[in-house]
């Protein structure tokens, strides 16, 4: 069965700083990979999505993720966090009709 | 845009109740998920429906069950709720067999029972 593991539930940047957020998957067939964001009070939005094309994905409001299968990661990156990225971020694999989403991961960006 | 809209965002019911949670989608999509979220778990799935009248249980179907009469509508019914089904319910949609496609989720019902 595939799943994923998000490492750290809460993490807290300051503005301006790197934002990493670390995804690592299982799968055994190449998956496809998302990111999620959630707003307070809001569903989910799409924030990215692999799918076996680039290995270095962009996606919306200046974040990328890039896929490494060597690592079975998909980490979750942007440059330079911004008050507005504090959100609950989701990680998520697919496979034959199976979403699986992680735990989650709550961002704070200080300012 | 894509819409999917829940019902209610927020609803407090008593332990016994029925509860219905309806959304609907706009976007003719023939799959539609029912989603639990609780802190420290991410979302679980309870049921999914890939065509009308058609129901598939999820990882948690246990308390459930669902109707999905018309293709934009898919309900989540709790027969009788429960305490430990206080949780924040999510509603998605997408586009069938077309795997790179992507969840469209509505806003979330939080549902206390007490």
């Known amino acids: 069965a595939q799943s994923v593991t998000q490492l750290g539930s809460h993490v807290s940047v300051s503005e301006g700083a790197l934002v990493l957020l670390r995804c690592n998957y299982s799968s055994s067939v190449p998956p496809y990979l998302f990111w999620y964001v959630q707003y307070p009070n809001q569903g989910l939005q799409l924030l990215l999505k692999y799918t076996s094309a680039a290995t270095l994905v962009k996606g919306i409001n200046g974040f990328e993720a890039e896929f490494k299968k060597s690592e079975t990661s998909f980490h979750l990156t942007k440059p330079s966090a911004h008050m507005s990225d504090a959100a609950e971020y989701f990680c998520a694999v697919y496979n034959n009709n199976d979403m699986r989403f992680g735990a989650g991961t709550r961002l704070t960006v200080k300012p | 845009d894509v819409k999917v809209t829940q019902s209610s965002r927020y609803l407090v019911k008593r332990t016994g109740e029925k509860v219905f949670l309806e959304c609907v989608q706009d976007?003719?999509?023939?799959?539609m998920f029912w989603y639990r979220q609780d802190p420290g778990l991410g979302l679980r799935l309870i049921y999914f429906s890939y065509d009308v009248k058609m129901k598939e249980k999820g990882d948690i179907p246990e308390g459930y069950s669902v109707s999905r009469e018309k293709k934009e509508r898919f309900s989540l019914i709790l027969e009788s709720a429960s305490t430990n089904q206080t949780s924040m319910y999510l509603c998605?949609?997408?586009?069938?067999?077309?795997?790179?496609?992507?969840?469209?989720f509505g806003p979330g019902t939080r549902l206390t029972v007490l």
């Open positions: 998605a949609s997408s586009r069938p067999r077309l795997v790179t496609d992507t969840q469209y």
């Open positions: 976007m003719d999509h023939e799959n």
